[in-house]
């Protein structure tokens, strides 16, 4: 249950901590006192949109805070754990937002951060708000639909339907991709098949980069090449009076001069080392050299080859592997193209099996669905004579159509509120005060079947009065046995069935609006029932008129 709530600087509320109990909460006061910013705030708790125009004019910032004391929390504890929330402790849930002027609001769950779509999903478990417009989507076909499947507990063959379904939609997706226009796929393979084959056919390889460059650099400039090195070999080592020879004639000094100078055997040995060196430096030119031929056909055919690749290139990429990754990918293409028909026989097969699949998952979820809607028609029609419908009739219809992501048939409700009248769909003939009673039957059967703990309704009881009011506040009171009820009213019919009542007020202190909500008891109770009666001014009989109401639901 839904233990305290605080608001703070939330429209006209400076500050107010709502205290509930178990059982059947009413919530009373004068029109635009702040009855709705209290389900304002809630929805706000639970993931509703953060509006910075809700901020107390004045304050930088507004707070709403819940506390739930829980009395099973293995639901609500397995979604703290898939947040990184610490779990509930003796049972309490914490629940804290704030909306700040500059933009940056907070969410907390037992005092860590958490997202608005974690609150929601909190709150998806926790409560069920139903406001004065909601009975509007009674009318809906999918709504009626859902109420169905919830009442009948239909949502595990539904949720099978559902993934073969979409398998199903996926498939013949594939299908269509598949089988495109034959005409444009021709044409792309026979594109693909050109480009395969230009650039297969030049059979490339790293080295028709950097190397294939310097191969036709050498071989094009081949004679001054082996000119300007024949002529460096000589210098070097192997014309008369070549370097080798200069060094050959200095060691010989050097050594008659090491007879003499000792240090000179050191400049000896430098002067060999260097000879070595120019002897292996004119062999390594020499070696190069004779591996450059000036052949003219090579230089033709190294010229072409670097046309080639630079066609190549210009087309596919910028670099030689740029080109590669192409031919590997239009190939690939190629085959998955050439390979289509044997795919597409390959899924016409699992479409087959998968639309065989499907009939059964949708046939299972309108047995279902079938089985169920005669109880939960039966369910409504009590409940609604409970409310005041003592002749009515409800019926819950299956319409045939075809497969869809809900199934394989619309679901419609039917409505007779008189004798004598044929069934026709609730749409066509309800009243706003009809649909409203209508909606709390259905919530009153469905109760039943849920386990959401918090229930609160924002003004149900619009557009009835009198007799079938106090049919609401019992009904309301008996939901009260199985959940905790949260219920604004404007009827005193209703609000004498609350085991705790509220009242929303306000005042005005220094030109500011500040609304105050307070638990009335006793008398105070007893003057409130009597202003809901005849207005402001209360009467010797409006108060007994009062007092009896009270002593009656009590």
Known sequence: MLRTFRVQNLAIVEESRVPLGAGLNVITGETGAGKSILIGALELLLGGRADKSLIRSGATEAQVEAVFELAETGTVDALLADAGLPLC???????????????????????????VQTLRKLGDLLVDIHGPYDHQSLLDPGFQLELLDAYGRCQAARTEYLACYRTLQEQEQQREQLAGDSADVTA????????????????LSPADEEDLINEHAAAANAETILKTGGALTATLAEEDGSAFDMLASIQQRLAELAR??????????????????????????????????????????????MALVQKLKRKYGPAVSDVLTTLAHRTARLEDLQTRGE??????????ATQQQ?????????????????????????????????????????????????????????????????????????????????????????????RIPVLVFDEIDANIGGEVGRAVGRKLRGLATTHQV????????????????????KEVRGNRTFARIATIEKSDRVEEIARMLGGRDSTTVTLEHAREMLAAAQ
Request: hydrophobic share 40%.
């Open 89 to 115: 402790e003796d049972g309490s849930l914490i629940i804290r937002r704030t909306i700040s002027a500059t933009g940056a609001g907070r969410c907390l769950l037992n005092d860590s951060a958490t997202t």
């Open 188 to 203: 792309e393979m026979e594109q693909l098949r050109y480009v395969v084959e230009e650039i297969s056919t030049a059979k």
């Open 260 to 305: 003499l100078l000792p240090e000179a055997a050191a400049w000896q040995r430098e002067a060999q080392s260097a000879a070595v060196q120019i002897q292996e430096l004119s062999r390594s030119i020499s070696d190069r050299l004779q591996r450059i031929e000036t052949d003219a056909h090579q230089l033709q055919e190294l010229e072409t080859r």
């Open 486 to 505: 949260i219920c604004i009213t404007h009827l005193p019919q209703v609000a004498v069935y609350g085991q705790q009542h509220l009242m929303v007020g």
């Open 343 to 352: 795919r597409l026989a390959a899924l016409e097969h699992q479409l087959a």
């Open 358 to 450: 499907l009939s059964k998952k949708a046939a299972a979820l309108t047995r279902a669905r079938g089985a169920a809607s005669g109880n939960l028609a039966k369910a409504i029609t009590k409940e609604l004579r409970d409310l005041g419908f003592l002749k009515a009739g409800f019926g819950v219809e299956l319409h045939p159509c075809p497969p869809r992501l809900s199934g394989a048939e619309e679901a419609s409700f039917g409505f007779a509120p008189n004798p004598g009248e044929a069934m026709r769909p609730l749409r066509d003939i309800a009243s706003s005060g009809e649909i409203s009673r209508v909606m709390l039957a259905v919530k009153t059967v469905l109760a039943r079947h849920d």
